[in-house]
């Protein structure tokens, strides 16, 4: 996970106020980095089928209120970045087979989240 500048400002209440930021906007993400972390080694090739648990994290995140794929698209995409490593771009088409379900939200090396 890639951390964001620490500034020294610090609000009333004693908090930094980045860290007000990053406790806000990275909350959501936290729930994404945990489950689909679960997808990553198959995605980079370092596994040859998703985890159960992986296409449980599909499911759940398909279910996701389409107001939030963006969102969910950026933690992935913050996730791999901060891990630094490339997805297989064949095992990403192959995920929704290999889950036997779609995929509702964007996943690719050079993320486009406002599909």
């Given at each position: 996970?890639?951390?964001?500048?620490?500034?020294?400002?610090?609000?009333?209440?004693?908090?930094?106020?980045?860290?007000?930021?990053?406790?806000?906007?990275?909350?959501?993400?936290?729930?994404?980095y945990?489950?689909?972390?679960?997808?990553?080694?198959?995605?980079?090739?370092?596994?040859?089928?998703?985890?159960?648990?992986?296409?449980?994290?599909?499911?759940?995140?398909?279910?996701?209120?389409?107001?939030y794929?963006?969102?969910?698209?950026?933690?992935?995409?913050?996730?791999?970045?901060?891990?630094?490593?490339?997805?297989?771009?064949?095992?990403?088409?192959?995920?929704?087979?290999?889950?036997?379900?779609?995929?509702?939200?964007?996943?690719?090396?050079?993320?486009?989240?406002?599909?």
């Amino acid at each position: 996970m890639v951390s964001p500048p620490v500034s020294t400002a610090i609000s009333d209440s004693g908090v930094r106020r980045s860290e007000m930021i990053v406790i806000i906007s990275r909350e959501p993400c936290d729930i994404v980095y945990w489950d689909f972390v679960t997808c990553v080694r198959y995605l980079a090739g370092y596994e040859s089928e998703p985890t159960k648990h992986c296409c449980e994290t599909v499911a759940t995140l398909n279910k996701e209120d389409k107001q939030y794929t963006e969102l969910i698209c950026q933690c992935i995409e913050d996730l791999a970045k901060g891990i630094r490593i490339k997805f297989d771009l064949e095992r990403i088409q192959f995920l929704p087979d290999r889950c036997h379900m779609p995929i509702t939200f964007p996943i690719s090396n050079d993320f486009n989240c406002s599909m």
